[in-house]
């Protein structure tokens, strides 16, 4: 009777899996990565209050927060992008899905490696002060100082978009700024920041990034790949082609033996494994039994892989340890190559698939039947004596597996029924004496952010391992204001367009801009880098503070803004570079272009254009205060500058007339 219950329970929940089809929601095929971790880092998952010590490996969804220590560090593998962060640093993940990767900074400091981004990827970082979205692959510094009042941003190289209320700003390579308020119009120039000890850390992980000889074999989306280098080797296997093996294991080692489960929405119990190249060889692939050992058997190269909580077969609840009924224990092994993988959280036909399609070399009628086969006892797996238990409570209470772990007799692993999720309710873990983690100020906790994207709604945890639950998700809700800005019309401009408040610096309320008279840029301005000129720009131009401006003037008419930029001649400018600003309204450029890439803004000197040199010397440009609202303005009817250089075509004209001439003589 028993087992007929069973393969009833088991038909349901595959009719419960493929009931709807790709109406499901699936979850993400990729999940963020606690990839280091030095000194006191704290951890909190989504939903809960509990501060616990942070480990690495440990996957991370919407929702959780991470707090360094002062003199702490740690590194987060997020999407397309490497987060580091500094001490007394606080970090939440609010999106963490195919597209989005969705950071808030409440304090401290963080150093961003972007590898690369997809066209339709979202990858933002939201601060008390605006929202930074990060248009290209580079580097990029943010920090939050102590009082949550103001905000650095520097882009080393790439590009980014600055969010405020109203207001949004391009930021440049070789640009470093630090805005207060939530206008985005107190801000500072400075020069970027020397390169510090956090800094050469960064550089020293990136280094690992540079030619790994894992991208050989797997693909860069696989999570991890590049702790795989230092910790092992790989050799070509018949049967199994190219496998990496560990270079340094206990003698017993076996996969999924040292670690131990969590549960983790929206998948439920996730593997956590000790090692630190072990969430690679642990959510993606597939394990083997060679000649020299154990060896891990990634997926297809060319296919973009799906995350898996655990590609492993559980041995049921039936299973017992010792001779006493209610000694109940929860065994499992790996997966091997061409083994289908039964996802126990629901998901779509199309999601099994590709789970599998993206992490061994399998057919798709293979998965079909392994799933239709609702009797999971008649298929046979490789590993199956390869297995691992303990008992049913240390597993529920995150206990460590080595520790916990008990030996079962191949006729009892043999006999027990297989199940894809253990019959185990998550429970609270039970307390560590020393791995209590550090939990940040309550201020620093509730302190708002300004967001461009709408975070994702987390879910509510199981309540057996909830924790003390956050007060009201409400609260995380209200913490986000949205801004209300469109699409960057223009980059920051080289000098504050307005100035930052009197005597007080950043902590003391701005001046309003009505009372505020235009800037004078009397040597207090810090040294602008020539990078941070105002764009576009078609010859190179004179530091910000090398042009003279007037001490107190009103703001020239709008048509006299482009004065400020030398531009070629009409045609040439179109064919070469488009006009400068105020731009057409931003949903009519398609993203991510309110402004041509970099490598379209090459020097004239790759272009026929007459020279510089004879032209009369530009205008004073307008106030920096009027460039920074230039979007209100009508655009101007023509440049006067293509009318103010009659000489910037004279050697065509003589030529044609030289040509005449001769004619004539004829």
């Known amino acids: 009777m028993m087992a007929i219950r069973s393969r009833l329970l088991l038909a349901l929940c595959g009719a419960a899996l493929f009931s709807g089809g790709a109406a499901l929601a699936d979850p993400p095929a990729r999940v963020a990565r606690l990839a280091y971790v030095a000194g006191g880092v704290s951890y909190a998952a989504a939903g809960v209050d509990d501060w616990q010590a942070a480990g690495i490996n440990r996957p991370l969804v919407a929702g959780d927060r991470l707090w360094t220590a002062s003199g702490a560090r740690d590194e987060v593998q997020a999407g397309p992008a490497v987060v580091r962060m500094g001490g007394e640093t606080l970090v939440t993940l609010l999106n ?20 690369q981004l997809r066209p339709d990827e979202v990858l933002e970082v939201d601060t008390p002060n605006l929202a930074f979205s990060i248009r290209k692959p580079g580097h990029y510094r943010i920090q939050v100082d102590a009082s949550g009042n103001a905000t650095q941003v520097a882009v080393l190289d ?16 070789g640009q470093a700024y630090r805005f207060t308020g939530t206008g985005l119009q107190d801000f500072s120039v400075s020069q970027l920041p020397p390169a510090d000890d956090f800094d050469q850390w960064s550089a020293q992980r990136d280094r690992r990034l540079e030619h790994p000889v894992s991208a050989r074999y797997v693909s860069s989306d696989v999570v991890g790949y590049e702790d795989l280098d230092d910790n092992g080797s790989w050799r070509e296997v018949p049967g199994y082609g190219n496998v990496w093996t560990p270079a340094r294991v206990a003698a017993d080692w076996a996969p999924y033996r040292d670690g131990h489960w969590a549960w983790v929405d929206p998948w439920g119990w996730t593997w956590v494994d000790d090692a630190p190249w ?9 394990w083997a039994q060679t000649p020299v050992g154990w060896g891990w058997v990634p997926g297809p190269v060319v296919q973009r892989p799906v995350y898996a909580p655990a590609l492993v077969v559980f041995v049921g609840a039936a299973l017992l340890l010792g001779d006493r009924p209610d000694h109940h224990g929860v065994a499992w092994f790996p997966l091997g190559p061409r083994e289908v993988y039964r996802p126990s959280y629901r998901a779509s036909p199309t999601y099994v698939t590709n789970i599998n399609t993206s992490n061994t070399v399998i057919n798709k009628t293979q998965i079909t039947n392994v799933y239709n086969n609702v009797n999971i006892t008649n298929v046979r797996y490789v590993n199956r004596q390869a297995a691992t238990a303990m008992p049913a409570a240390a597993f529920a209470q995150a206990q460590p597996v080595r520790q ?12 027990a029924p297989l199940a894809a999720v253990p019959a185990v309710r998550p429970q609270r873990p039970a ?6 983690g550090a ?14 994207t709408a975070p994702a709604v987390i879910a509510a945890p199981p309540v057996a391992h909830a924790g003390a639950p956050v007060q009201g998700a409400a609260q ?13 019309k223009m980059t920051v401009p080289a000098a504050p367009p307005r100035q930052l408040a009197q005597k007080g610096g950043a902590h003391d309320a701005p001046v309003p801009a009505a009372a505020m008279p235009p800037p004078a840029h009397a040597g207090k301005q810090a040294e602008i880098p020539p990078q941070a000129a105002l764009r576009p720009q078609p010859v190179p131009r004179p530091q910000a503070e090398a042009r003279p401006q007037p001490e107190s003037r009103p703001a020239p008419p709008p048509h006299q803004q482009p004065e400020a930029h030398p531009q070629p001649a009409p045609h040439q400018q179109v064919a070469a570079h488009p006009p400068p600003a105020p731009h057409p309204p931003a949903e009519g450029h398609p993203p991510p272009a309110p402004h041509p890439p ?24 307008a106030p920096p205060q009027e460039l920074a609202h230039a979007s209100p303005h009508p655009p101007p009817a023509a440049h006067p500058e293509a009318r103010a250089h009659p000489e910037a075509q004279p050697r065509h004209e003589a030529e044609r007339k030289d040509g005449k001439h001769e004619t004539q003589r004829e």
């Not at 490598?599 to 020279?611: G, I, K």
Request: aromatic share 4%.
């Open 96 to 115: 963490a899905n195919d597209r989005s990767t969705q950071l808030q900074l409440s304090q401290g400091r963080l150093n961003l490696r972007v590898r």
């Open 158 to 173: 790439g590009q980014g978009e600055a969010y405020g209320d109203n207001t949004s700003y391009l930021v440049d390579p």
């Open 278 to 286: 072990g969430f690679a060889v642990t959510h993606y692939g597939r």
């Open 404 to 415: 916990n772990a008990v030996r079962v007799s191949p006729q009892a692993l043999a006999a």
């Open 431 to 436: 307390p560590v004496a020393g791995h209590g």
């Open 439 to 452: 939990r940040p100020a309550p201020a620093i906790l509730a302190r708002p952010v300004v967001a461009k």
């Open 476 to 488: 995380a809700a209200a913490n986000i204001r949205m801004a209300r800005a469109q699409r960057p």
């Open 598 to 621: 970099a490598e379209a803004r090459a020097p004239v000197a790759q272009h026929p254009a007459p020279a510089p040199a004879p032209h009369p010397p530009a205008p004073p440009k």
